[in-house]
Nanobody
């Protein structure tokens, strides 16, 4: 069992930056692939970025070059650094841990607006 708690969301102007954090507890963090997903109103949840337990990364085309996913296994935490934010990035962002099962956090709202 894994518990995930996201933080760091908020309101930011276009072009601004935010860093999301996801703290994990309850299991051996380092063995899980960790991901950030987002869901905008009226849209399906989509994968934004993922980092494997070996450190390999994947990014959706829409965020490549702007977002960076990283993990600190000593702190049981995964991060999503978001730069050059756009209004289209507005969504609830969810942290995910996956191995044989998949676990989700409660989500954190990111709003990009002037």
């Amino acid at each position: 069992q894994v518990q995930l708690v996201e933080s760091g969301g908020g309101l930011v102007q276009p072009g601004g930056s935010l860093r999301l954090s996801c703290a994990a507890s309850g299991s051996i963090f380092s063995i899980y692939a960790m991901g950030w997903y987002r869901q905008a109103p009226g849209k399906q949840r989509e994968l934004v970025a993922r980092i494997g337990n070996g450190g390999s990364t994947y990014y959706a085309d829409s965020v490549k070059g702007r977002f960076t996913i990283s993990r600190d296994n000593a702190k049981n935490t995964v991060y999503l650094q978001m730069n050059s934010l756009k209004p289209d990035d507005t969504a609830v962002y969810y942290c995910n841990a996956a191995r044989s099962k998949s676990y989700w956090g409660q989500g954190t709202q990111v709003t990009v607006s002037s």
